[in-house]
């Protein structure tokens, strides 16, 4: 066992985390190369997971099996990505900030910030003991992050092979998962974030609860932020005038895999309150004409 600052590993995993996203900014910031950003991202999380593992020392088994979660989630979507942006070329994302470096700053801060507070279920889970033996939590946590990863992995697959098929150019994605959901990535995303929380419970004592703070930041991220906001109006915008659209947008759930012949039929306050269809994610939709 290794003590490096404090026992929680949360200065350690600080510092290591700013560091590492500095790297990554200033690279960006000199060379205007922002195709590196998610895989900076990504493997963040892989590196603090090993870290804090190595550093206790003590090899649980609930302390393998979430930093190997968290690896093998990291590689991944971190290599994903890679090999996406590498193909399409730029991230436009970035257009506004290549040359702002206000933004950019706003930005690499807000990564940073996310990777380590997403990751604190794990950290405290490596810079513990381990917990007690086997209980329901770790099956009900993992149970939940195979599904996510499964859910996750599919629906970027998906749709990567519906974007490199021309017959689909400028076409939204409503093919497999995405029947179901408009954004089945991120509901993969949140379902296997919640249940490495749920896997880490029986770890868990007194105000390191607080590790909670970690997949509702995720949530409220991609509900709000940089997720489901962003795509939402930037599909809006594109086809929010095509009568085909604002059909499959009405009767396809927004995150949770439902039916369309389920969800389509809902009351909007219904959808509103339980399945977070959300005002926001509408606001750029033009406003249907009437004869």
Known sequence: MVKVIDSH???ITAIVTVVYQLIFFVITALFKFDQVTDFAGSSNFVILAVLTLVLKGTWHFRQVVLTSLVVVWGLRLGMFLLMRILK???D???DEMRENMGKLVVFWTFQAVWVWTVSL???????SNGGRLFQPADVIGWTMWVAGFLVEAIADQ???????RQENKGRWCDVGLWKYSRHPNY??????WWGIY????????GAEYLVIVGPIFLTLLLFFVSGIPLLEESADKKHG???AYRHYKKTTSPLILLPRGVYGYLPKWCKTVFLFEFPLYSKNLPQETTV
Do not use: D, H, I
Not at 122 to 127: I, M
Not at 158 to 164: A, E, G, R
Not at 198 to 205: I, N, Q
């Open 9 to 11: 590993y949360l200065t």
């Open 88 to 90: 399409w070329g730029e």
């Open 241 to 243: 005038n095509l009568g």
């Open 121 to 127: 279920p794990v950290t405290l889970v490596n810079a």
């Open 158 to 164: 998906q749709k990567l092979l519906f974007k490199n």
């Open 187 to 192: 509901f993969g995303e949140m379902l296997l």
């Open 92 to 94: 436009r994302r970035f």
């Open 198 to 205: 749920v896997a880490s419970l029986p770890v868990l004592r």
